[in-house]
């Protein structure tokens, strides 16, 4: 059993990636520089054993690869590079191991390795129940470059950057099957389970300067365009057949649910003008990144259409998932 | 029941105290520009239902109050100045209602507007059992003046910013007498549910722009010591007759537990040369802050030593409270 000082030289980094650490892990807090021209983006979002994840839908690493995924999207959708991250882990007093904690860190680290993102700092408490884990993210963006969910004007493109419906399939199977749907090769077993945040996609939109919407879909595109839609003072409407992917999901009567709100599914929902979706779509053909086109932004006041192929409009109601 | 919408519209501020808020709370994550001259300074603390607090030790204000005031605190032991905090709270599905969580909520705000301090982002979650609160907050500190834990050296003295004990023993008689015992006039019940970052502190030493290590006491002084001693590889000697009001405790069995182990004061331990001391307590003593010489710094490799007036040390073994 190792003691505090013992667990946090295990999992704190013996060298730092990015200079803008000036104080690390190890002190009451941690010290970041920014870069001149730069904003500093911010962002914290909390997984809860037996809300968000259980032992049987999710590997030890892929809750911690997902916990901080999360967070990244967040920072994808504001178009920012992520840079560090902290985490704050209340532990179970029974159930859990510290074998089992450190393949949580793991999944964070393997991530992290990515970008490369620094973890800078956090703290561990015992607790009786269920494990809680919450991870805060630094990135940073050009200044007055960040990505607002408000910028959407009607006339614009509605686009998202992948798939939908993806991570709730995906967790519909493991609900059912547990860990006998562990399959390292199903795209929606996948998708739930180590979601990719959509970060080159953010900083080609923050990059481009023009006037671009954007949201990380957590919470599924209805929920995610009904935000653009209030913020913006417009209404969207999503082609149901222009979904990505939408004929995989026919023979399933869940269909709607799923692409709809399923969420977690951490690609970006946003607008553009249909010039500036042409370029984008132009720049990210060449890293063969797609950039799908779903619907249209219209004149309203915060509602969301669903259209089918013959024309016809309904009113989407406020769905998915809605705390308290 | 408020929905999520109207949830965060009901916990956003309206306005933000600083014009370094790009973007607040209400989009994927919030965007801060810091001033030249600063480093950002970050930390994160966890509050856990049934570990830190239980509704019969704690009024919700004060949950509030000290789920920010401890993480204020690391900001204070760095030297920073607060500015901004981001909340993740995970909320039980039953026994937690609105108007509860919004009580907690009141706490943090109440403290925040003394710095003031702006509430910037972060998410609800329901779970299963115990509240889990978890909060970050974000400063700044003049470029190469944050206070560091590992910059003490022989022939310092050791110093504390405030008294030590009263949090343990006023948690004492909470978890004997309940809410009986919630008395706004007592020190001690108010050590422990209100507890007072020193900010104040803080800022004088990292303006002073001395050699000055510091550390808040969570864990109380002998872990905060050790953790001094040990990062600045020399040891650190308590006198148990300099510990502020020592004499308040004489009478109980329990003294030494509560007064070196006890944690929770969140005054700041220190260290600097006699020269630097007395210079600070001078500086101190205008605004009616008092420092207090507890002790020295010796050479040494990381060792606690406790001596008594006639001059005996004893070692201090490791205690106070260690995760895992």
């Known amino acids: 059993m190792k003691n505090e000082f013992e667990w946090i030289r295990s999992i704190a980094q013996e060298e730092y990636s990015h200079s803008g650490v000036v104080t690390g892990i190890g002190d009451d807090a941690a010290v970041i520089r920014e870069e001149e021209g730069f904003d500093t983006v911010l962002a914290v979002d909390t997984m809860v054993e037996g809300i968000h994840f259980t032992k049987e839908t999710m590997p030890l690493e892929a809750v911690g690869h997902k916990a901080l995924a999360v967070n990244v999207s967040d920072l994808?959708?504001?178009?920012?590079?992520?840079?560090?991250?902290?985490?704050?882990?209340?532990?179970?007093?029974?159930?859990?191991?510290?074998?089992?904690?450190?393949?949580?860190?793991?999944?964070?680290?393997?991530?992290?390795?990515?970008?490369?993102?620094?973890?800078?700092?956090?703290?561990?408490?015992?607790?009786?129940?269920?494990?809680?884990?919450?991870?805060?993210?630094?990135?940073?963006?050009?200044?007055?470059?960040?990505?607002?969910?408000?910028?959407?004007?009607?006339?614009?493109?509605?686009?998202?950057?992948?798939?939908?419906?993806?991570?709730?399939?995906?967790?519909?199977?493991?609900?059912?099957?547990?860990?006998?749907?562990?399959?390292?090769?199903?795209?929606?077993?996948?998708?739930?389970?180590?979601?990719?945040?959509?970060?080159?996609?953010?900083?080609?939109?923050?990059?481009?300067?023009?006037?671009?919407?954007?949201?990380?879909?957590?919470?599924?595109?209805?929920?995610?365009?009904?935000?653009?839609?209030?913020?913006?003072?417009?209404d969207v409407t999503i082609d149901w057949e222009a979904l990505p992917f939408v004929e995989r999901f026919k023979e399933f009567e869940e269909r709607e649910e799923w692409l709809l709100h399923g969420g977690e599914d951490f690609c970006l929902i946003g607008a553009a003008s249909p010039d500036v979706f042409a370029e984008l779509q132009r720049v990210l053909k060449k890293e063969n990144l797609p950039l799908y086109k779903i619907g249209t932004v219209d004149a309203g006041s915060g509602n969301v259409w669903l259209r089918r192929a013959d024309g016809e409009r309904k009113l989407l109601q406020s769905g998915g998932y809605t705390h308290f």
Chains 1, 2 share one sequence.
């Open 76 to 234: 994808a959708a504001m178009g920012a590079v992520p840079l560090y991250y902290m985490v704050s882990i209340a532990v179970p007093k029974t159930g859990w191991d510290q074998e089992e904690t450190g393949r949580i860190y793991d999944g964070m680290k393997k991530l992290a390795a990515r970008y490369p993102m620094d973890l800078i700092g956090g703290d561990t408490v015992s607790k009786k129940e269920t494990l809680v884990l919450s991870v805060t993210v630094v990135g940073r963006v050009e200044k007055n470059r960040q990505l607002l969910r408000g910028r959407a004007e009607a006339g614009d493109v509605l686009f998202l950057t992948g798939p939908v419906g993806f991570s709730a399939r995906g967790l519909d199977r493991l609900l059912r099957e547990g860990r006998a749907a562990w399959d390292e090769k199903d795209a929606y077993i996948q998708a739930h389970q180590y979601p990719e945040p959509h970060v080159r996609y953010g900083r080609v939109f923050a990059e481009s300067g023009a006037r671009i919407a954007a949201n990380d879909v957590s919470d599924g595109i209805g929920h995610e365009g009904r935000e653009i839609a209030e913020a913006s003072g417009t």
